[in-house]
């Protein structure tokens, strides 16, 4: 036990729970685009696929606790690395020399993090934690994006998204130690081939669904 204490409080350890967090969030992004793709299907897809995932029951109430014990994990973790960072500045350009040059998405990761908290926080009052009764989830979405601001928050928020995600997959990859000179340029494009398809992906939902609908 004292080991799993010990790596967890030593640097590669934190770095070790921001890359496997980060990882999961990757694969809740990816699970979570597919199955919002249904809305392109339209109103019965949408709301079937909807109950569907609630009829899981308690997998689904297992799914998002954890979920959210590792947000809550990358989320202080990251806070945490970020200070220690300011707090011994030239270290830091030493580590980002190391890690292959700074990029917008390496530059801007902490702030792009907090405006993803922000914008999780906005999107579970508006589509999560809203009373459903007498109405379906295709509707609360429907009438969401009906509103250009909404529709103007969610694009935003998706760049983001898709900026955090193109530097935060090739970070966990270089932390998880896949960092062979010869898969690093392969795993940087799949990194930003991903950020784009969450990009575009989620991005282009509410301008579909306020078009069509
Ligand atoms: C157009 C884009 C999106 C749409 C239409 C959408 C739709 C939804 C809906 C309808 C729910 C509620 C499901 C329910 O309670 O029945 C939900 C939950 C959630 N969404 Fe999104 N979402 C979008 C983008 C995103 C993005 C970009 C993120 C993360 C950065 C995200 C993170 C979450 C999380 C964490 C939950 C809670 C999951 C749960 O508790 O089951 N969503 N989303």
Not at 134 to 153: E, L, N
Request: net charge positive; hydrophobic share 50%; charged share 10%.
């Amino acid at each position: 036990m004292n080991w799993l204490i010990t790596t967890f409080a030593s640097s590669i350890g934190k770095k070790l729970m921001m890359a496997v967090t980060g990882l999961s969030f990757c694969a809740f992004l990816t699970a979570h685009l597919i199955g919002n793709l249904t809305l392109y299907a339209g109103r019965d897809a949408f709301n079937s696929y909807a109950e569907h995932l609630h009829s899981l029951g308690p997998l689904i109430t297992v799914a998002e606790t954890g979920l959210l014990f590792f947000g809550i994990i990358h989320v202080l973790t990251g806070l945490f690395l970020f200070f220690q960072n300011i707090a011994a500045r030239p270290a830091r350009y030493e580590v980002n020399k190391n890690a292959g040059g700074r990029t917008i998405g390496s530059a801007t990761m902490p702030y792009t993090g907090l405006i993803l908290i922000a914008f999780i926080t906005f999107h579970l009052i508006n589509f999560h934690f809203i009373d459903k009764t007498g109405t379906t989830i295709f509707q609360i979405v429907r009438d969401a994006f009906a509103k250009p601001s909404y529709i103007a928050i969610y694009v935003m928020a998706v760049v983001t998204a898709a900026f955090h995600v193109s530097h935060g997959l090739w970070s966990a990859f270089q932390t998880l130690g896949i960092n062979h000179p010869k898969y690093m340029p392969l795993i940087r494009k799949a990194g930003i081939a991903f950020s784009i398809l969450i990009g575009i992906g989620f991005g282009f939902i509410p301008v579909f669904i306020s078009l069509t609908t």
